[in-house]
């Protein structure tokens, strides 16, 4: 989807501030967010809908407010979305049906604990070989579509190389949808000079990870 | 059920847009209120993971791996080669180490990871993203321009050293090895982990200072 999420190489921005404070939180409810989207999320929902849904979020929003909002506004959408609550159950804190669970109360030990399970495998298997080999030379696809997708606007229609493969991942533009699938997927290769042209200096690279569907041959 | 419409969700985004209060954390604390009452979290649960990210899961988590990276030859293959059975083996396994890549610095090539799409991050080793990492200007210029993002974090590279810039935009997630301080050869690997800032594993810092 070219949306506004799709930052890479846009120009018009400004510096980074690097003189941020270090602490992990600079907001109470930045971590009540982070927490609460480790312990809860709409039954039937996957990652790649997830950040679809994030990524639809109007563009002076995207833009303007702080990132944990996103996430809450974000996972108040989906939840509206699959049925989780209502928009009238939100405003007033009070849910007109009974509890749809009852979840345990976690201790330190137990987030911890919680904490390593989540380290997720999002290999899949197929029954397909590769098509691309390493060092083989690629062109990606030249244009996007609609729905969400991880290959970034920047890099549509550039020649690049295969510089590693990590077998058969869960497809995002797929699973977006609500409809698994896997392929390949390899990491790419794009020179600086290929991506931004003559005047980027020719030892510098950006490399993608990348779905067999977004490549062809060259 | 996931409607998976993209036409639904823009309109409750709009919905959502004009009826959410405004402040953030009102908006987060909206959230939690319906979430308790549904039954679907313990407020008491959210403190601990609070706790937990803010105590125990950081980037001192991450300087642990580099530091044994320095010390343990045996250990800096493994890491190479896979990297999440590397940090595993640390009993650091968690949200994003699955399929994590450990990629190092030389003297000729100097690594630095992005996510352009969203904000991908490797939270098991490095804890909470700092916000420059999210912003639009760190995410838009990162991959078009990166030796001037590093001149703003005061890292100045010479023209023949290579920028590997890693758009972190698949379940791939990198954790960058710096170069070891020259003179911290007979320094512990507990010594040596207080010298690895968290900008150092994300590629935003260079040369590591001693006795800081």
Not at chain 1, 129 to 156: C, D, I, M, W
Not at chain 1, 160 to 171: D, K, L, Q, R
Request: glycine share 6%; net charge negative; with cysteine.
């Amino acid at each position: 989807m070219d949306g506004i999420h799709d930052l890479g190489g846009k120009l018009g921005y400004g510096s980074v501030d690097v003189n941020e404070p270090e602490e992990p939180f600079h907001y109470d409810y930045e971590g009540r967010m982070w927490a609460m989207s480790r312990i809860a999320k709409a039954p039937d929902i996957n990652i790649d809908w997830w950040r679809h849904v994030r990524e639809l979020i109007q563009e002076d929003d995207y833009l303007n407010r702080p990132y944990f909002d996103s996430w809450a506004q974000t996972t108040i959408a989906t939840m509206i979305d699959s049925k989780v609550f209502t928009t009238d159950e939100l405003a007033s804190g009070v849910s007109a049906t009974p509890p749809l669970a009852d979840v345990l109360e976690v201790d330190y030990e137990g987030v911890l604990q919680q904490n390593a399970e989540i380290a997720f495998d999002f290999s899949r298997p197929v029954d397909t070989e590769p098509t691309f080999s390493v060092s083989q030379t690629v062109v990606t696809n030249k244009e996007g579509h609609s729905g969400h997708t991880r290959l970034p606007e920047y890099a549509r229609g550039k020649t690049g190389v295969i510089h590693s493969y990590h077998n058969a991942h869960c497809f995002p533009d797929d699973y977006a949808k609500g409809k698994p699938s896997a392929q390949h997927l390899y990491t790419v290769a794009f020179t600086a000079t290929e991506l931004w042209g003559a005047d980027a200096n020719p030892n510098d690279r950006v490399t993608l990870e990348l779905w067999e569907d977004y490549l062809a041959p060259k | 059920m996931a409607s998976f419409d993209q036409k639904k969700i823009t309109e409750i985004h709009q919905h959502l847009h004009s009826h959410l209060p405004s402040d953030s954390a009102l908006r987060v604390k909206a959230l939690e209120t319906i979430l308790v009452e549904k039954g679907m979290v313990k407020s008491e649960s959210i403190d601990r993971w609070v706790e937990v990210y803010a105590d125990d899961i950081g980037p001192k988590r991450g300087a642990h791996v580099v530091a044994r990276a320095w010390t343990d030859p045996a250990f800096k293959e493994r890491l190479l080669a896979d990297a999440a059975s590397a940090v595993d083996e640390m009993g650091y396994k968690g949200p994003a180490s699955g399929h994590l890549k450990a990629v190092e610095n030389t003297d000729d090539i100097h690594n630095v990871v992005v996510c352009t799409l969203c904000s991908c991050y490797p939270f098991a080793i490095l804890g909470m993203a700092p916000n420059w990492y999210k912003t639009a200007a760190y995410r838009a210029r990162v991959v078009r321009e990166p030796r001037a993002v590093l001149e703003e974090f005061g890292v100045t590279l010479g023209e023949d050293v290579g920028v590997h810039v890693w758009d972190s935009t698949a379940e791939l997630r990198y954790i960058v090895i710096p170069q070891q301080p020259a003179g911290t050869d007979g320094m512990s690997a507990e010594e040596l982990a207080a010298l690895v800032t968290r900008n150092s594993m994300i590629g935003t810092d260079r040369d590591l200072k001693v006795g800081a």
